[in-house]
């Protein structure tokens, strides 16, 4: 069984409520991503320097969170974490202009040779239209949400399944959420965790039991 399993994909695919409910399935501690940034709304709206501001705010918060697990004890049991370090690249090369991209390269080949990898990676996927309704759905019950557009999202989605379709660093585990029903159910997460038993090397694609 892996020990360090990372969860990842584009806003609203369903992260968050997977690693929860993978993780009490599985008795593991559950690693969430520190969310709260405050240069994110700047960002969305556009305002100069936000995204540089943004990407930094980010990767120093992953950093430190990482580091910490790796000096605790946690780190020896089993982990189910909804998001990968690696995540941080996607997000810089498509939103930082080339100066600020140099500038962040340098930090993160300080950063992350000291970070703790997964052992298996979830990614999960979802078309552009379904994702900007989960995160409108989302945003209504948060109002302080900020909400990415529509145009960001779909070179984001972009950007995630080219970075995956490359990906090899560990053992990846693919799976199409079209006709998942967010709240995981119980018969989709055993289903799940049968495939997450049964990985090997390289990457497996899979579409959960919807019934």
Known sequence: MFRHIA???????GK????ERLGARLD????????DNPFLAGFYEGRAGAAFQAQLFFTLARNRQQGALRQSDLFS?????????DRDKIYAY???DDDELFIYQKLYELLAP???SPDLVVYLQAPVDLLLRRLR???????TLPLPGGQYVRELNEAYNHYFFHYTATPLLTIETSQVDLSWSDETVADLERQVRSMGKGTRYYVPRTQ
Request: net charge negative.
């Open 7 to 13: 969860i990842e994909g584009p806003p609203g695919v």
């Open 16 to 19: 968050t409520a997977l690693a």
């Open 28 to 35: 593991a501690t559950v690693v969430l991503d520190e969310g």
């Open 77 to 85: 049991q089993l982990l189910v974490s909804n998001y990968l370090f």
């Open 94 to 96: 498509l939103n930082l």
């Open 114 to 116: 000291d970070l703790p």
């Open 137 to 143: 759905e989302r945003a209504r019950g948060e109002s």
